[in-house]
């Protein structure tokens, strides 16, 4: 089943809880017991907090779990799933230079750039300027939708918040940076994609697989130019 990665028609909703993941689903869309590694599963009745149970377990697990929600309408089971936390907007891109993509270290793990929109600040002009203020590279271009991913973490007053970042492709001639230590930045280097994924990067579930749709993104690309030069 084609997902849209733009944000208007999805019909699956992968969202990481740690490095877990929920899936929000329709039950013909997927074949659990064909795909090992799928640890729990749930058929929505329509009352959100009947998710609490489900989410508990994967904020509490010490190993990744794939759990799935099923639900014959997954958008309205979104929108319920979103009333249990504080949604936060962010914008971030997928920085590339030579072949390589720009990778920054911060608090102990390895991300891409990104940062929440300000108001009335539209999704690729957050991206443009978050990748701007914590890189400090002097232009960017800014290229294709990379989609979205949905991630949520509790702060320490105890507050549950799903954060959605919006991810674009970006291209400089700039290699130099100035990182944005006042957002925890100690590091960046410029890596190959394949290089990131398997190399000694600790990384989040959630943008390793954002690294991987950037490398299909990329060959999907190259092919289409080497087709129609």
């Known amino acids: 089943m084609p997902i849209s990665q733009d944000g208007q028609s999805y019909k699956k909703y992968d969202i990481y809880i740690h490095d877990s993941v929920l899936t929000l689903t329709t039950p013909a869309s997927h074949d659990w017991a064909a795909k090992p590694g799928r640890n729990l599963q749930m058929t929505y009745r329509g009352k959100p907090k009947s998710l609490f149970q489900i989410i508990d377990t994967l904020e509490k697990s010490k190993k990744p779990l794939h759990a799935v929600v099923v639900s014959q309408d997954p958008r309205a089971l979104w ?36 940062g929440k929109l ?3 600040e539209t999704w690729k002009q957050a991206a443009v300027r978050e990748v701007l203020e914590e890189t400090g590279l002097k232009t960017i271009a800014l290229g294709g939708k990379l989609g979205r991913t949905l991630h949520t973490f509790t702060t320490k007053s105890g507050e549950r918040i799903l954060k959605v970042t919006r991810w674009y492709h970006m291209t400089t001639e700039h290699r130099k940076f100035v990182l944005q230590t006042e957002e925890d930045i100690e590091d960046a280097k410029w890596l190959k994609p394949e290089e990131f994924l398997t190399g000694p990067y600790p990384m989040f579930l959630s943008i390793r697989h954002l690294v991987e749709r950037f490398i299909n993104y990329r060959d999907e690309s190259s092919k289409q130019e080497s087709v129609n030069p």
């Open 118 to 120: 300000d108001p009335a």
């Open 79 to 114: 929108k319920d799933f979103q009333t249990l936390y504080k949604r936060v907007d962010a914008g971030g891109g997928v920085v590339v230079s030579n072949g390589e993509i720009l990778c920054i270290y911060r608090r102990k793990i390895w991300d891409l750039p990104k």
